[in-house]
């Protein structure tokens, strides 16, 4: 025993022949007209999305490609992102719908090695009960300028290098333990109000033009010997 499908012609209007229906103008539209298809149909927005960094704009936002497809979106940083974009990054938008879309956050970087901070204004980094650290091999400071309040200050390192076209130091006391210390100068001045005292093994002083000592009161005492050797000598 066979079974055949059988196909039952779609019931037309009565007084209306089937034929009839299926030549008429406004179904034969109606049949030439495309399915919607799933790439063309639009995505309900969710309030996020990803999208890809095309490149920094002038006002200060960045122009969006959505992962999804579709035009680019024109997208001011959040106040929150502090992380600056770079072209390339994944980043995520939101905002209330497509066309008012806020940069909240830096997903993935194109680039790793290279991470930029960067705040419009003046920017505070605050611990109120712990300690700020900066861990790295190297660490690079650059301003106009600088200024340090520090109540203690302990430094420890291997060298320190300074160059400066005026360096000037002022305070109560300054006390320095050395090994050597070496001074080259053009032109010394200094001037001391109280007492000066040197202590040494040995003092050996040279000048190569005039040396002048001179005092209300100069006393030069030694315990095996004083010579003086020049070929003029005047006393008095």
């Known amino acids: 025993m066979t079974h055949r499908a059988i196909r039952e012609p779609a019931l037309a209007p009565a007084g209306t022949a089937a034929g009839d229906d299926l030549r008429s103008p406004d179904m034969q539209a109606l049949l030439r007209k495309p399915l919607p298809s ?8 969710t309030g996020s999305a990803l999208g890809t960094v095309l ?64 705040a419009d204004g003046d920017l505070t980094i605050s611990s109120r009960h712990g300690r700020i650290a900066l861990d790295a091999p190297t660490l690079t400071l650059q301003a106009q300028k600088a200024r340090l309040d520090i109540a203690d200050m302990d430094y420890r390192g291997a060298e320190v290098r300074v160059t400066a076209l005026v360096a000037r130091f002022v305070g109560r006391t300054l006390e320095t333990v050395l090994d050597r210390l070496s001074v080259l100068t053009r032109s010394s001045f ?26 209300k009161n100069t006393l030069v005492t030694s315990k ?7 070929e003029q000598i005047h006393m008095g």
């Open 190 to 215: 200094r001037l001391t109000e109280e007492v000066e005292q040197v202590r040494a093994g040995q003092i050996d002083m040279q000048a190569s033009e005039t040396l002048r000592l001179h005092a």
């Open 38 to 45: 799933s790439a063309t149909a639009v995505v309900p927005w």
């Open 55 to 118: 490149q920094p704009l002038a006002d200060g936002g960045f122009l969006i490609a959505p992962q999804d497809g579709g035009a680019p979106w024109h997208c001011p940083r959040a106040a929150s992102c502090l992380l600056q974009p770079g072209t390339g990054d994944t980043v995520l938008v939101a905002g209330p719908h497509r066309d008012h879309l806020y940069l909240i956050a830096v997903v993935t970087q194109a680039d790793a090695s290279q991470s930029h901070i960067v």
């Open 224 to 230: 095996a010997l004083v010579k003086v050797d020049a």
